[in-house]
């Protein structure tokens, strides 16, 4: 298979990796030619690593090489029975460079976007066939990260779904089929443990390194998430929570937080910048966190159910199958369990009423109890 990636950052040389990896030809195609030699270069260098840990011997690090070229024009890719778009989150940038590489490829070529937020739809329709257009949304980092989210438009055929499927999963990625709703299933799904632990920290209940202790000790979960904001980029991130914030028609369970918007305007980005929740310059003393095991549980049932109700909406709405959502979550997020199987642990009488205990003191439509839940605490059933 002919595979066109179409920008040469760190997902889209993380997307051609994994295409030549399972033997694809594949061409990276970026206007900047510094950008194309940079990527070779990570390459170069991450096959050396794979290679110096025995994960890969020589020939194989050649063989993965000789399956990537470098090229400076979408004309370039012309031979494509694939592209994957791994550009700007831009929706007039992306459907001006649908439009111009469609006039390149053949009728049959699939043209995908690796977008975690825009619609698939909207980019579709910047097509002349629209049913060829699917989403195909990796994880950073691409190699790495087990899932792949696949998105049809309304306008996808179901022949171009199909073969997306089929030639992910012959990538050795686990694949989740997502609804073409704002944010997927992860960037959806995942928002409550940014926000509500934003919203703990704006009401004064702790600060930010005894949260992240909380998750962290309490949950499992291998970052908190002030240390993932700071990891991913408060700039990204915040872009993000605004994306599908606004796409929900300002559904105030998305709504963002003030304090992130604040340092994203100051420049403090997190590790890129040096500075975000915390301070990376050299030197500097990471903040001890108030341990306290009584408020630490306050924090995380409190996030941890709101993750929990935002999972079992989009069951409820038909975004993804409960399998998916919980494969989606452990493997595009490395969260330590599917959060319908944690709250089937947790027991649903138990998510029910936290939820309603939240609405009843703050009267905010944030901490409205999802239908389903509500619905399999009457029948008295389970998600698994």
């Not at 899932?147 to 999963?169: G, R, W």
């Amino acid at each position: 298979m002919n595979v066109g990636i179409i920008g040469s950052g760190t997902m889209g040389s993380g997307i051609a990796q994994v295409a030549a990896t399972s033997g694809c030809k594949v061409k990276v195609c970026d206007t900047k030619q510094e950008a194309l030699d940079k990527s070779k270069a990570s390459l170069e260098k991450i096959l050396n690593r794979l290679v110096e840990k025995g994960r890969i011997d020589d020939a194989e690090k050649s063989r993965i090489q000789s399956n990537i070229s470098y090229v400076a024009s979408l004309k370039d890719l012309g031979d494509s029975n694939l592209t994957i778009e791994a550009i700007i989150e831009n929706l007039d940038i992306k459907q001006k460079v649908f439009s111009e590489l469609e006039t390149y490829v053949s009728d049959d070529c699939i043209i995908a976007s690796n977008t975690s937020s825009l619609s698939i739809a909207s980019i579709a329709a910047s097509l002349q066939k629209p049913e060829r257009c699917v989403g195909i949304h990796f994880f950073n980092p691409a190699p790495l990260m087990k899932l792949v989210e696949v998105i049809p438009a309304v306008q996808t055929s179901k022949e171009v779904l199909e073969k997306s499927v089929e030639t992910i999963d012959s990538w050795k990625k686990v694949v989740a089929v997502a609804k073409d709703t704002p944010g997927f299933i992860v960037n959806r799904v995942a928002r409550p443990f940014y926000g509500e632990s934003l919203r703990i920290y704006e009401e004064g209940l702790a600060d930010f390194a005894t949260i992240d202790w909380a998750l962290k000790s309490l949950g499992g979960f291998r970052m908190g998430p002030f240390e993932l904001m700071d990891f991913i980029g408060n700039d990204v991130n915040y872009t993000v929570t605004e994306t599908v914030f606004t796409a929900f028609y300002f559904d105030p369970r998305y709504k963002p937080a003030f304090t992130q918007k604040r340092l994203s305007e100051a420049g403090y980005l997190g590790r890129k910048s040096g500075k975000g929740y915390y301070d990376y310059a050299e030197g500097a003393v990471k903040p001890e966190p108030k341990q306290d095991e009584a408020l630490a549980k306050t924090i995380f049932d409190r996030v941890l159910v709101m993750l929990i109700n935002e999972a079992a909406d989009a069951l409820f709405l038909n975004i993804a199958s409960a399998a998916d959502i919980d494969n989606a979550m452990t493997k595009g997020v490395n969260y330590p369990k599917g959060l319908l199987a944690w709250a089937d642990e947790k027991g649903i009488d138990w998510c029910v009423d936290q939820l309603d205990a939240m609405y009843s003191e703050y009267h905010e439509d944030r901490y409205r109890c999802s239908p389903l839940l509500r619905k399999m605490k009457r029948e008295g059933k389970t998600f698994f």
